[in-house]
């Protein structure tokens, strides 16, 4: 296994993370808890010394598990990080009893990491309001030594990212962010990088696989990268890409299942970052693999002065092309919770107006109709 150097800690490169572990009929709040603590035996057999849990991962109940599984083996052999649910600004006044709790489930009397989760527009300025009280309560849990490691992990934008590291980004000592080989571009996670290596703060990945799609390729894609190392599976070349980066310590993945798990562990045994030819053949085939699924917007902007109801057309597209390339999910949503409903996809009353000046000739009225449509708007 190979392992990274954070602080005065050793910690596996690969964590394991605790969103998909397997489930009994397809029901994500019925874990099949003899899989899950069979590939956690595995797991701490192999090396890995840090599980990744949250709140509200398999409704609720994958800190229990996460919790049992790993109470046979004694606390100082691994490290367990867990999450404030701030993604549901229900909770935004409950973060001593949700902290409380957490320890209970997990059955343990700390946490090594614990992360504000999921910062982004939609809850950026409650995390920011100290009516609330969060920050320094979680601070104090730190003080008292029931937190031993603060972090946050992100969904949204540099400039959302920018404003929490702007309020406490003296007490952070980690972040973590959705990366990969496509999102480098797609979700600017480059941008991403550059914001934390600016602050120094050392880097945790989620979605290297972006949640399997990145696991098979299409034939074309594939060969091209086989030409490059034909013996690296395609998943792994994820988890090279990620070694290729200085800044990335702990790299997550939720595995479901052992072969999954076997797998990993088997890539992590070395590291081996790609080479600059390698690195560009791999950024060569996320640009093909986008440009037959996304709208070529450049965010030009041309459009905006030319739309009747001012409505943010590249920030829109840019949504609409994460949602239809992901197949929904709950960035795109998120992310429109913190704009204003005139300034929805439906709010587009297709005069395409917009369209007589787009450069790349995109149907936008007919994107932002299908991206109400899929909304449900």
């Given at each position: 296994?190979?392992?990274?150097?954070?602080?005065?800690?050793?910690?596996?490169?690969?964590?394991?993370?605790?969103?998909?572990?397997?489930?009994?009929?397809?029901?994500?709040?019925?874990?099949?808890?003899?899989?899950?603590?069979?590939?956690?035996?595995?797991?701490?057999?192999?090396?890995?010394?840090y599980y990744?849990?949250?709140?509200?991962?398999?409704?609720?109940?994958?800190?229990?598990?996460?919790?049992?599984?790993?109470?046979k083996?004694?606390?100082?052999?691994y490290?367990?990080?867990?999450?404030?649910?701030?993604?549901?600004?229900?909770?935004?006044?409950?973060?001593?009893?949700?902290f409380?709790?957490?320890?209970?489930?997990?059955?343990?009397?700390?946490?090594?990491?614990?992360?504000f989760?999921?910062?982004?527009e939609?809850?950026?300025?409650?995390?920011?309001?100290?009516?609330?009280?969060?920050?320094?309560?979680?601070?104090?849990?730190?003080?008292?030594?029931?937190?031993?490691?603060?972090?946050?992990?992100?969904?949204?934008?540099?400039?959302?990212?920018?404003?929490?590291?702007?309020?406490?980004?003296?007490?952070?000592?980690?972040?973590?962010?959705?990366?990969?080989?496509?999102?480098?571009?797609?979700?600017?996670?480059?941008?991403?990088?550059?914001?934390?290596?600016?602050?120094?703060?050392?880097?945790?990945?989620?979605?290297?696989?972006r949640?399997?799609?990145?696991?098979?390729?299409?034939?074309?894609?594939?060969?091209?990268?086989?030409?490059?190392?034909?013996?690296?599976?395609?998943?792994?070349?994820?988890?090279r890409?990620?070694?290729?980066?200085?800044?990335?310590?702990v790299?997550?993945?939720?595995?479901?299942?052992?072969k999954?798990?076997?797998?990993?562990?088997?890539?992590?045994?070395?590291?081996k970052?790609?080479?600059?030819?390698?690195?560009?053949?791999?950024?060569?085939?996320?640009?093909?693999?986008?440009?037959?699924?996304?709208?070529?917007?450049?965010?030009?902007?041309?459009?905006?002065?030319?739309?009747?109801?001012?409505?943010?057309?590249?920030?829109?597209?840019?949504?609409?092309?994460?949602h239809?390339?992901?197949?929904?999910?709950?960035?795109?949503?998120?992310?429109?919770?913190?704009?204003?409903?005139?300034?929805?996809?439906?709010?587009?009353?297709?005069?395409?107006?917009?369209?007589?000046?787009?450069?790349?000739?995109?149907?936008?009225?007919?994107?932002?109709s299908?991206?109400?449509?899929?909304?449900?708007?």
């Amino acid at each position: 296994m190979v392992y990274k150097e954070f602080q005065d800690l050793k910690l596996s490169a690969l964590g394991m993370g605790a969103m998909r572990l397997p489930v009994v009929d397809e029901d994500d709040a019925r874990i099949d808890e003899e899989k899950a603590a069979a590939m956690v035996d595995y797991a701490m057999n192999c090396g890995i010394n840090y599980y990744d849990t949250a709140w509200g991962y398999h409704n609720g109940n994958s800190e229990r598990v996460m919790g049992r599984a790993l109470k046979k083996y004694p606390r100082e052999n691994y490290y367990l990080a867990t999450k404030f649910p701030g993604y549901d600004l229900s909770n935004m006044d409950k973060v001593e009893e949700i902290f409380e709790k957490q320890l209970e489930k997990c059955q343990v009397e700390y946490f090594d990491f614990y992360l504000f989760h999921n910062v982004c527009e939609m809850n950026i300025d409650a995390y920011l309001d100290p009516a609330y009280g969060i920050y320094e309560y979680l601070m104090k849990q730190k003080k008292n030594g029931r937190i031993r490691h603060l972090g946050f992990s992100a969904h949204g934008s540099c400039e959302v990212m920018g404003r929490f590291l702007d309020a406490y980004g003296e007490s952070m000592e980690f972040c973590q962010i959705q990366l990969n080989w496509l999102d480098h571009t797609f979700q600017n996670a480059k941008g991403k990088l550059e914001l934390l290596k600016e602050r120094q703060i050392p880097v945790w990945v989620m979605e290297p696989l972006r949640g399997g799609k990145l696991a098979a390729l299409p034939k074309e894609q594939e060969e091209a990268l086989r030409a490059l190392r034909p013996e690296e599976t395609i998943p792994a070349w994820a988890f090279r890409f990620l070694q290729s980066i200085p800044e990335v310590v702990v790299t997550l993945s939720g595995m479901s299942n052992y072969k999954q798990l076997q797998e990993n562990v088997a890539t992590f045994e070395t590291e081996k970052p790609l080479n600059q030819q390698e690195m560009e053949g791999l950024l060569s085939v996320a640009s093909a693999v986008l440009e037959k699924q996304i709208l070529p917007c450049t965010a030009c902007r041309y459009c905006i002065s030319h739309c009747p109801k001012g409505l943010n057309i590249p920030g829109l597209l840019e949504l609409y092309n994460e949602h239809s390339f992901t197949g929904g999910g709950f960035i795109a949503p998120m992310a429109l919770m913190a704009v204003p409903k005139e300034k929805h996809p439906n709010a587009c009353i297709g005069c395409r107006s917009c369209e007589a000046v787009c450069p790349q000739q995109i149907k936008i009225s007919e994107a932002m109709s299908d991206f109400a449509g899929k909304l449900g708007a």
